[in-house]
């Protein structure tokens, strides 16, 4: 009788043990791959930087420990789009989850592109209307790469998303705010990766 309760049992804890397994990876899920953030629409959209390629390295200028400056993006209008919503995250940190690097939304309907260096302010002028919110750093706007010397290449993701609405937000609002209010909202999605390490580790930039 016991033989057959141990038999029982340790599948049963297999299971337990590939469920805890997969719940501690969904933590580390970036918005783009959230349930939270399913494209509604089939609008197709594409992120890029003039400063790096998908996949490639970021410069030391957009970096913390260089200049800090936030890259120049662009992207493909979504047609229908109220406004545009913005994150980039680290997946790579050493955390349950992703480390968030810079918080936006209400980026102008009619803008297609960012440019360079942004100031860190919850409301800027230019693009007009367009708020920032806080970051894992506890600052407000973009905060660069800045991975753990020893820590090896991350790979920083940001994240566009065209929304059907406008969103109303507190200015210190953070990611999963961010990520809350644009539930149900989300008409396209695009992603641009750029890596990143310590001046001593081995990156390409």
Not at 106 to 117: K, V
Request: with cysteine; net charge negative; proline share 8%.
């Amino acid at each position: 009788m016991a033989t057959t309760f141990r038999a029982w049992r340790r599948p049963m804890m297999l299971a337990s043990l590939v469920l805890g397994i997969a719940a501690c990876g969904g933590e580390r899920t970036t918005a783009f791959d959230s349930p939270a953030t399913r494209a509604s629409g089939s609008a197709s959209m594409v992120l890029e930087s003039a400063a790096f390629a998908d996949g490639g390295g970021i410069p030391l200028r957009h970096g913390d420990y260089g200049d800090g400056v936030s890259p120049a993006l662009s992207w493909t209008p979504v047609p229908g789009a109220a406004g545009y919503a913005l994150l980039m995250e680290d997946p790579d940190a050493d955390r349950p989850q992703p480390y968030v690097h810079w918080v936006a939304w209400n980026i102008p309907a009619d803008a297609a592109s960012l440019p360079e260096g942004l100031a860190g302010a919850a409301r800027l002028e230019s693009p007009a209307g367009m708020q920032q919110g806080v970051n894992d750093r506890g600052g407000v706007g973009y905060f660069g790469p800045r991975p753990p010397e020893g820590s090896g290449v991350h790979h920083y993701q940001l994240q566009l998303f065209a929304l059907d609405t406008r969103l109303d937000l507190a200015d210190d609002a953070d990611r999963a705010a961010l990520v809350d209010a644009m539930r149900g909202h989300v008409l396209a999605k695009a992603r641009l990766v750029g890596t990143h390490a310590a001046p001593g580790d081995t990156a390409s930039r």
